[in-house]
């Protein structure tokens, strides 16, 4: 039995997901983590051998979520450290969003997180240890084309809120990472975005194609100059949020991130819609 203290990552396979997990381990964590699919667990295991134990989760099933995860903090003797940092982000105007698809980004986002803490609100009352989250900027400024996803944080950022103040109570400390955008698989994946385009109908390319080209040229642009941060920021951040006695409750990652979360407090949202209009309006066309 490890005698270093115990880390549950959930989201390990992701971009920032590796990243932490690299973290935790050099910082001397027993890792246990989980990956989103079965086929994730074997080239995850190649690159983290030191790993203790790696399970598949589906996080858009939050009953099943709160069960596999309590089956799993069970078979640890100790739970010092929960770390979630997976999320989807569909990019889809809220006119054109399925509602399966929305449904299932609440549920991914923000449900299973909630799953995820009473599985293992028991295990951290009992070493007085530390529930990390990842969020985003947008959980406090929305922009257009991320209907589901802003929703999705928007919520996570009040539910973190209730999971903190209930669980001070116990001795367990929660802190929210928000990162902004990272350089990571999930958000290259903004470059399919030309196919999107390409197979909008007329009405929906009338009303939504420059903002869906001017989404792509933004994205494109943070990639070609590497504007983005890196995975290894954010996860730094998660160290530090486990570090810090007492945790800050929100961690800012990135310049952008930064800039949005300081208009969130000083702009009204009228001033905000501006900024976000101005922000796409300067892209070319």
Not at 33 to 57: G, H, K, M, N, Q
Not at 213 to 233: C, F, H, I, N, V
């Amino acid at each position: 039995m490890s005698a270093k203290p115990a880390a549950l990552l959930i989201g390990a396979n992701g971009g920032m997901g590796r990243a932490v997990a690299r973290a935790l381990l050099d910082t001397g964590y027993a890792l246990t983590a989980t990956v989103s699919r079965r086929a994730a667990i074997d080239p995850f295991l190649a690159d983290y051998p030191s790993c203790e134990a790696v399970e598949a989760l589906d996080l858009s099933d939050a009953v099943a979520v709160k069960e596999q995860i309590a089956a799993l903090s069970s078979q640890l003797s100790r739970v010092h450290a929960v770390v979630v940092c997976s999320a989807v982000a569909p990019c889809a105007p809220a006119e054109m969003v399925a509602i399966d698809e929305f449904r299932r980004t609440i549920e991914i986002n923000c449900t299973a997180a909630l799953a995820i803490y009473q599985a293992t609100i028991p295990h951290l009352c009992k070493t007085r240890g530390r529930l990390v989250l990842t969020g985003s900027y947008s959980g406090k400024v929305a922009t257009p084309v991320m209907a589901a996803y802003v929703a999705s944080k928007f919520a996570f950022e009040g539910l973190t809120d209730v999971l903190r103040q209930e669980a001070q109570g116990w001795g367990v400390e929660i802190a929210l990472i928000q990162p902004g955008a990272l350089d990571t698989p999930m958000m290259r994946r903004t470059q399919d975005l030309g196919h999107t385009i390409a197979n909008l109908s007329a009405d929906q390319a009338e009303r939504y194609g420059d903002l869906y080209r001017q989404m792509k040229y933004r994205a494109d642009e943070a990639l070609a100059k590497g504007t983005y941060s890196s995975p290894e920021a954010a996860a730094a951040g998660v160290i530090e949020a486990l570090r810090e006695n007492p945790p800050s409750t929100r961690y800012p990652i990135g310049d952008d991130a930064r800039y949005m979360l300081n208009l969130a407090k000083t702009s009204s949202d009228r001033e905000i819609d501006d900024v976000i209009r101005d922000i796409y309006r300067s892209a070319p066309l």
